[in-house]
């Protein structure tokens, strides 16, 4: 887990194992998350409690860029098979005890050591699953950050998926794991199924 080359929080790079799990080949589309809210009458993502990413002064843009994704009663026309965004981490748990229910199998968030795991597709050591270099072959992301406002996100499976078969792992959109953040969690974690650190952020 972690990256030498990224900040001191991925750091230090460090060997975890992990038990079998199962995880989603593709993130949670639009489409997906609405039926949760049409069966549970959930509140529909929207802008309520702005994330950190939208303090020290990003409040308006946050606002800005974000507009397009919040829904009236339907998602947003054209986004059915995009990744659903707008959703706290609150939300994420109410939609896993949802679907644990509807499919009849316990669904929960990944640890953060998990969605790593996953998210390398047996790759060990590389940046991106593929190499080390970004490539925007391979996933969707912002190479002109003047270009913000006229990207977004991309339906899912739009790229190839990793070795292990799961697409949208890198690039797109953010995504929930279970754990609590703490920045000195790596130098000091479990090295057995980490559940990451017992409080913080």
């Given at each position: 887990?972690?990256?030498?080359?990224?900040?001191?929080?991925?750091?230090?790079?460090?060997?975890?194992?992990?038990?079998?799990?199962?995880?989603?080949?593709?993130?949670?589309?639009?489409?997906?998350?609405?039926?949760?809210?049409?069966?549970?009458?959930?509140?529909?993502?929207?802008?309520?409690?702005?994330?950190?990413?939208?303090?020290?002064?990003?409040?308006?843009?946050?606002?800005?860029?974000?507009?397009?994704?919040?829904?009236?009663?339907?998602?947003?026309?054209?986004?059915?098979?995009?990744?659903?965004?707008?959703?706290?981490?609150?939300?994420?748990?109410?939609?896993?005890?949802?679907?644990?229910?509807?499919?009849?199998?316990?669904?929960?968030?990944?640890?953060?050591?998990?969605?790593?795991?996953?998210?390398?597709?047996?790759?060990?050591?590389?940046?991106?699953?593929?190499?080390?270099?970004?490539?925007?072959?391979?996933?969707?992301?912002?190479?002109?950050?003047?270009?913000?406002?006229?990207r977004g996100t991309r339906p899912t499976g739009t790229y190839p998926p990793n070795a292990y078969g799961l697409y949208d792992v890198s690039g797109n959109v953010w995504e929930w794991v279970s754990d609590w953040y703490d920045p000195d969690y790596y130098s000091?974690?479990?090295?057995?199924?980490?559940?990451?650190?017992?409080?913080?952020?």
């Amino acid at each position: 887990m972690g990256a030498a080359d990224f900040g001191e929080d991925e750091r230090p790079v460090h060997r975890v194992y992990v038990s079998e799990f199962f995880i989603g080949r593709f993130p949670i589309t639009h489409d997906e998350y609405a039926r949760f809210v049409r069966a549970t009458s959930y509140p529909p993502p929207a802008i309520r409690g702005l994330p950190l990413v939208a303090s020290g002064g990003r409040e308006a843009l946050f606002k800005e860029l974000a507009a397009p994704y919040v829904w009236a009663d339907e998602p947003p026309p054209g986004h059915g098979g995009h990744p659903v965004v707008l959703v706290r981490y609150d939300d994420a748990l109410a939609y896993c005890r949802w679907l644990s229910g509807a499919i009849d199998r316990q669904v929960r968030l990944p640890t953060e050591a998990e969605w790593e795991k996953a998210a390398r597709g047996g790759s060990d050591g590389l940046r991106y699953p593929w190499e080390n270099d970004i490539d925007a072959s391979r996933c969707n992301f912002l190479t002109d950050p003047s270009a913000k406002n006229d990207r977004g996100t991309r339906p899912t499976g739009t790229y190839p998926p990793n070795a292990y078969g799961l697409y949208d792992v890198s690039g797109n959109v953010w995504e929930w794991v279970s754990d609590w953040y703490d920045p000195d969690y790596y130098s000091a974690g479990e090295i057995q199924d980490p559940r990451g650190p017992r409080s913080g952020h």
